[in-house]
């Protein structure tokens, strides 16, 4: 059996980013200690109890903002119910303006060995547009700070297409970014939610965002200027140094089984996918939703997960699902135009292509 990824929610934030749809609550100090004994509950009753577990992912939110020994509790827990690997990964998100020092040498005591700082971007102005809480000097200084004690494996998450932002600014950040000692970087393209305040921002006209053209010449120039520094692509918004790829992502884009613990957190195991509620009381019910991909949506996911990342899909697979893709014209053409590469079963998406993936994935489909 392939080992297990583990996903914890930590649902708490100390201000709502005006992009953000999130399962995030703030002012929510009431809450805490019910959700973590929750949380503990959750875990220790685990149907999946002793299974081997090598990557650990507590996100949110903000896993940051609570106090450390909520944190050391929670992988106390995890280890008394599942066997963790020798070299698992644990990785925590970190927004810059809640660790210190104190904290960061506190999270390497108990085993969390990657850090992902959520950085969004280094220029104060739209830091503050955005409603961040933390300024570019903060983010640099926890990133050294991480360092100094001693961790290697340090993310840092930034948004393309933020208001007022250009090519050269983003290539500004990824340089002082590279330059602290990141190991690892990922850029997303800043999506506007319906959920979120930005959605009002930007049809009342109040916020402009760059164009979408704009946008792609962003991450193009964020691309070009990581690759000349050693960190290679290894999925569409994911760049890292040599062996400092997130374990963890990977297992998602590979369809491995993963558990989530946790207010809105997803498992996916023996082909059965479920939700648990993306609210207190949902969650404390132990509400759930479970959801089951019809052989269509299977292969679709496949092929996306796949082609977005440098693991690929196996035409294998996709065959045990009923889709023989070498049938399909698309396919045939875009192997001879070398965009896609077939070795052995795996197929692979050319890296400089991922930009138009959706494109490119939409006419591979069933
Ligand atoms: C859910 S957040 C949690 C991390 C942490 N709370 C933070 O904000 O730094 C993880 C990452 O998702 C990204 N993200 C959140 N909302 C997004 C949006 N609307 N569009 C694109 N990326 C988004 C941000 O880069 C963020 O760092
Ligand atoms: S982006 Fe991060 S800090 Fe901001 S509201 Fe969302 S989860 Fe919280």
């Given at each position: 059996?392939?080992?297990?990824?583990?996903?914890?929610?930590?649902?708490?934030?100390?201000?709502?980013?005006?992009?953000?749809?999130?399962?995030?609550?703030?002012?929510?100090?009431?809450?805490?200690?019910?959700?973590?004994?929750?949380?503990?509950?959750?875990?220790?009753?685990?149907?999946?109890?002793?299974?081997?577990?090598?990557?650990?992912?507590?996100?949110?939110?903000?896993?940051?903002?609570?106090?450390?020994?909520?944190?050391?509790?929670?992988?106390?827990?995890?280890?008394?119910?599942?066997?963790?690997?020798?070299?698992?990964?644990?990785?925590?998100?970190?927004?810059?303006?809640?660790?210190?020092?104190?904290?960061?040498?506190?999270?390497?005591?108990?085993?969390?060995?990657?850090?992902?700082?959520?950085?969004?971007?280094?220029?104060?102005?739209?830091?503050?547009?955005?409603?961040?809480?933390?300024?570019?000097?903060?983010?640099?200084?926890?990133?050294?700070?991480?360092?100094?004690?001693?961790?290697?494996?340090?993310?840092?998450?930034?948004?393309?297409?933020?208001?007022?932002?250009?090519?050269d600014?983003?290539?500004?950040?990824?340089?002082k970014?590279?330059?602290a000692?990141?190991?690892?970087?990922?850029?997303?393209?800043?999506?506007v939610?319906?959920?979120?305040?930005?959605?009002?921002?930007?049809?009342?006209?109040?916020?402009?965002?760059?164009?979408?053209?704009?946008?792609?010449?962003?991450?193009?120039?964020?691309?070009?200027?990581?690759?000349?520094?050693?960190?290679?692509?290894?999925?569409?918004?994911?760049?890292?140094?040599?062996?400092?790829?997130?374990?963890?992502?990977?297992?998602?884009?590979?369809?491995?089984?993963?558990?989530?613990?946790?207010l809105?957190a997803?498992?996916?195991?023996?082909?059965?996918?479920?939700?648990?509620a993306?609210?207190?009381?949902?969650?404390?019910?132990?509400?759930?939703?479970?959801?089951?991909?019809?052989?269509?949506?299977?292969?679709?996911?496949?092929?996306?997960?796949?082609?977005?990342?440098?693991?690929g899909?196996?035409?294998?697979?996709?065959?045990?699902?009923?889709?023989?893709?070498?049938?399909?014209?698309?396919?045939?053409?875009?192997?001879?135009?070398?965009?896609?590469?077939?070795?052995?079963?795996?197929?692979?998406?050319?890296p400089?292509?991922?930009?138009?993936?959706?494109?490119?994935?939409?006419?591979?489909?069933?």
């Amino acid at each position: 059996m392939s080992k297990t990824a583990i996903y914890v929610h930590i649902p708490f934030c100390e201000s709502k980013c005006i992009y953000c749809d999130f399962a995030s609550f703030c002012n929510a100090e009431n809450e805490k200690e019910r959700y973590f004994k929750t949380l503990e509950n959750e875990i220790k009753n685990t149907p999946y109890k002793g299974r081997e577990v090598d990557t650990i992912y507590i996100g949110g939110g903000t896993p940051s903002c609570v106090k450390v020994e909520y944190i050391e509790a929670l992988l106390v827990t995890i280890r008394k119910t599942f066997v963790l690997s020798n070299d698992v990964e644990i990785s925590i998100e970190c927004n810059p303006n809640s660790v210190n020092l104190e904290k960061l040498k506190r999270y390497k005591s108990i085993g969390i060995n990657r850090l992902s700082f959520g950085v969004q971007s280094l220029h104060n102005d739209a830091l503050k547009t955005i409603g961040r809480l933390h300024t570019s000097e903060m983010a640099l200084n926890a990133i050294k700070m991480a360092q100094n004690v001693g961790f290697k494996n340090i993310n840092a998450d930034l948004l393309i297409g933020l208001p007022n932002s250009t090519a050269d600014g983003l290539i500004e950040d990824a340089y002082k970014l590279l330059d602290a000692g990141v190991t690892h970087i990922s850029a997303y393209m800043l999506q506007v939610e319906e959920g979120a305040k930005l959605y009002g921002l930007v049809k009342s006209g109040k916020v402009i965002l760059p164009t979408d053209d704009e946008s792609v010449a962003q991450y193009d120039a964020l691309v070009s200027a990581q690759e000349k520094r050693g960190f290679s692509r290894y999925e569409i918004s994911n760049f890292a140094l040599k062996n400092f790829e997130c374990k963890h992502n990977l297992k998602y884009w590979s369809g491995e089984e993963y558990i989530g613990f946790g207010l809105g957190a997803h498992s996916y195991l023996g082909d059965v996918r479920w939700a648990n509620a993306r609210d207190f009381a949902g969650y404390y019910n132990g509400e759930i939703k479970e959801e089951h991909l019809t052989t269509e949506e299977k292969i679709e996911e496949k092929i996306m997960l796949g082609l977005r990342c440098k693991l690929g899909f196996s035409k294998g697979e996709l065959a045990r699902l009923g889709y023989k893709i070498d049938d399909k014209t698309n396919y045939k053409n875009y192997l001879t135009k070398g965009i896609l590469l077939e070795k052995g079963d795996r197929v692979y998406l050319k890296p400089e292509f991922y930009g138009v993936s959706n494109y490119i994935i939409a006419n591979l489909l069933p």
